[in-house]
T-cell receptor, first 113, second 110 residues
Framework: QQQVKQSPQSLIVQKGGISIINCAYE??????FPWYQQFPGKGPALLIA?????SEKKEGRFTISFNKSAKQFSLHIMDSQPGDSATYFC????????????FGTGTSLTVIP | EAQVTQNPRYLITVTGKKLTVTCSQN?????MSWYRQDPGLGLRQIYY???????DKGDVPEGYKVSRKEKRNFPLILESPSPNQTSLYFC?????????FGPGTRLTVL
């Protein structure tokens, strides 16, 4: 059973456009929600993360929107660039489980010039 | 340079031949984890460790073993590999919530 559901599986966006990736979870005990970025041939790298006490977090062109009541969170990439083309994973964890993480299935983003 | 290293990076083996994938981190992190990445399934946690001699099962532990005898090392052991363990494996370490991933090991079991 997938603890974190991610959509879409793939996304094609024009340069300068907004990329939006969505994730949903069921376990209300999750208290940390990171997004990871992975380039081909590399390991995932932390992009941005949020905790449920805030509804939005922004770092540069990347924003996480968090809806606690709907148990959903999303990644918005503003002014998308070809260099943003990568696979993006959302994840969730519970603070008291010693680093046990649940990842979404990933979204392959292609930004076309 | 702070990093997580894995060896080997690529491995082709045959069913039933025991193998070990090594993982080492130089950041003095307490937490370490192993994941497998498969198309359409994302990253799934195999085992994780909260400190030396403390390990716990993740989502997909069947067919794998781990040990944590030193803080910096967290080897993944496949005692009798099977074709369904063909995958891309990642080791990760973390101090708090931020995980740092290694470069990956692509394993093929024939």
């Amino acid at each position: 059973q997938q603890q974190v559901k991610q959509s879409p599986q793939s996304l094609i966006v024009q340069k300068g456009g907004i990329s939006i990736i969505n994730c949903a979870y069921e376990n209300t005990a999750f208290d940390y929600f990171p997004w990871y970025q992975q380039f081909p041939g590399k390991g995932p790298a932390l992009l941005i993360a949020i905790r449920p006490d805030v509804s939005e977090k922004k770092e540069g062109r990347f924003t996480i929107s968090f809806n606690k009541s709907a148990k959903q969170f999303s990644l918005h990439i503003m002014d998308s660039q070809p260099g943003d083309s990568a696979t993006y994973f959302c994840a969730a964890s519970m603070g008291n489980t010693g680093n046990q993480f649940y990842f979404g299935t990933g979204t392959s983003l292609t930004v076309i010039p | 340079e702070a990093q997580v290293t894995q060896n080997p990076r690529y491995l082709i083996t045959v069913t039933g031949k025991k193998l070990t994938v090594t993982c080492s981190q130089n950041m003095n992190h307490e937490y370490m984890s192993w994941y497998r990445q498969d198309p359409g399934l994302g990253l799934r946690q195999i085992y994780y460790s909260m400190n030396v001699e403390v390990t716990d099962k993740g989502d997909v532990p069947e067919g794998y073993k781990v040990s944590r005898k030193e803080k910096r090392n967290f080897p993944l052991i496949l005692e009798s590999p099977s074709p369904n363990q063909t995958s891309l494996y990642f080791c990760a370490s973390s101090l708090l919530d931020t995980q740092y991933f290694g470069p990956g090991t692509r394993l093929t079991v024939l």
